[in-house]
């Protein structure tokens, strides 16, 4: 199966910054990738498919790069409700396998 | 809008089978666009694939499980379910339910997750 590892574990930004988040896979993914953000006692909300796709409802601050095997998700300008764990997936290779996460704090 | 709600036991023994259900309500469960997922995540670990079922109730499940886990469908009550046998205490773990999106491309299918419930935290413990 393709492992996927986030860089880095935690991020410790600003309100106002732009946030940076790496995921590589073991392997070439193509463009199937997936962004989640999840917070505590909330359901996972999906952010980005396709590797570059905002879902529906998602807004334009938050923004995905990569193919193949290396990806960013970046946050332009974090706003409070951005503080959140968030971790990738990918789809292109069966079974789906998911990064461990980055922590995104103040 | 689309809600998944996982409902079960949040205690299990060991040995013993681990059985959740999860119910969907604002869209059918028999839509040919979906298929339906289940997520674990144990604490303070990346999530999980467990498996997936179609609304006809064809079903993949994860190498890692396959030997131990049965999803199942029930369209009359747009509900699917997980069963887990044979649980040990790596088996704990928030369990999710999901959403997948089903699209064909250059030859084959695949699926992404799009909603999640909120997830059942299931405790294996005697």
Do not use: E, M, Y
């Given at each position: 199966e393709i492992m996927m590892t986030q860089s880095p574990d935690t991020l410790s930004v600003s309100p106002g910054e732009r946030a940076t988040l790496s995921c590589r896979a073991?392997?070439?993914?193509?463009?199937?990738l997936a962004w989640y953000q999840q917070k505590r006692g909330q359901a996972p909300k999906l952010?980005?498919?396709?590797?570059s796709t905002r879902a529906?409802?998602?807004?334009?601050?938050f923004s995905g790069s990569g193919s193949g095997t290396e990806f960013t998700l970046t946050i332009s300008s974090l706003q409070s409700e951005d503080f959140a764990l968030y971790f990738c997936q990918q789809y292109?290779?069966?079974?789906p396998t998911f990064g461990q996460g980055t922590k995104v704090e103040i | 809008q689309v809600q998944l709600q996982e409902s079960g036991p949040g205690l299990v023994k060991p040995s013993q089978t681990l059985s959740l259900t999860c119910t969907v309500s604002g869209?059918?469960?028999?839509?040919?666009?979906y298929s339906w997922s289940w997520i674990r995540q144990p604490a303070g670990k990346g999530p999980e694939w467990i498996g997936r079922v179609s609304p006809i109730g064809s079903t993949n499940y994860n190498p890692s499980l396959q030997s131990r886990v049965i999803i199942s469908v029930d369209t009359s009550k747009n509900q699917y379910s997980l069963k887990l046998s044979s649980?040990?205490?790596?088996?704990?773990a928030v369990y999710y339910c999901a959403r997948d999106i089903k699209f064909w491309s250059a030859g084959d299918y695949y699926y992404y997750m799009d909603v999640w419930g909120k997830g059942t935290t299931v405790t294996v413990s005697s």
């Open positions: 073991s392997q070439s993914v193509s463009s199937n952010l980005i498919f396709g590797a529906t409802g998602i807004p334009p601050r292109d290779n069966w079974p | 869209d059918s469960i028999s839509s040919d666009s649980v040990t205490a790596a088996d704990t």
